[in-house]
C-alpha cells in the first residue's frame, strides 16, 4: 500500500519562507510525477509545481520566481521551498503522486495548512 505524507506548513508573515515536504512510502515503487497542489476555501484545487523523476518542473504563473520544487528519487521525497510568501498563498497543500510522467496521479497526501498572515 502506497502512503503519502507531507509536513511543514504552519503560520508566517508576508514575505516569509516556509518548505513543505512530501514522503511517498510503501511498496518499492518511483512515483514519476510528484506534484503539489493547493486549494483555499471557496476555490478549486490548483497546482502549484511538479516535477518529474528526471527533473523537469512545471510552475503556476502565481509562484514563479518565488516557489521552488526539487525531490529526492532514492527517498521518493519531493520539497517545495516557498519564498516571499503572500496571504494569497494561504491554502491547504496537498502532495501527489503518478506512476507516468503526468498528473495528477491516484495518490495524495492528507494535506498541509500554509496560512500567511501578520
Known amino acids: 500500500q502506497v502512503e503519502v505524507v507531507e509536513s511543514g506548513g504552519g503560520l508566517v508573515q508576508p514575505g516569509g519562507s516556509l518548505r513543505l515536504s512530501c514522503v511517498a512510502s510503501?511498496?518499492?515503487?518511483?512515483?514519476?510525477?510528484m506534484g503539489w497542489y493547493r486549494q483555499a476555501p471557496g476555490k478549486e484545487r490548483e497546482l502549484v509545481a511538479s516535477?518529474?523523476?528526471?527533473?523537469?518542473?512545471q510552475y503556476s504563473d502565481s509562484v514563479k520566481g518565488r516557489f521552488i520544487i526539487s525531490r529526492d528519487n532514492d527517498a521518493n521525497t519531493a520539497y517545495l521551498q516557498m519564498n516571499n510568501l503572500k496571504p494569497e498563498d494561504s491554502a491547504d497543500y496537498y502532495c501527489?503522486?503518478?506512476?507516468?510522467?503526468?498528473?495528477?496521479?491516484?495518490?495524495w497526501g492528507q494535506g498541509t495548512l500554509v496560512t500567511v498572515s501578520s
Open positions: 501527489n503522486g503518478a506512476f507516468g510522467f503526468s498528473g495528477p496521479g491516484r495518490y
Open positions: 510503501g511498496r518499492a515503487f518511483t512515483f514519476n510525477f
Open positions: 516535477i518529474t523523476s528526471l527533473g523537469a518542473t
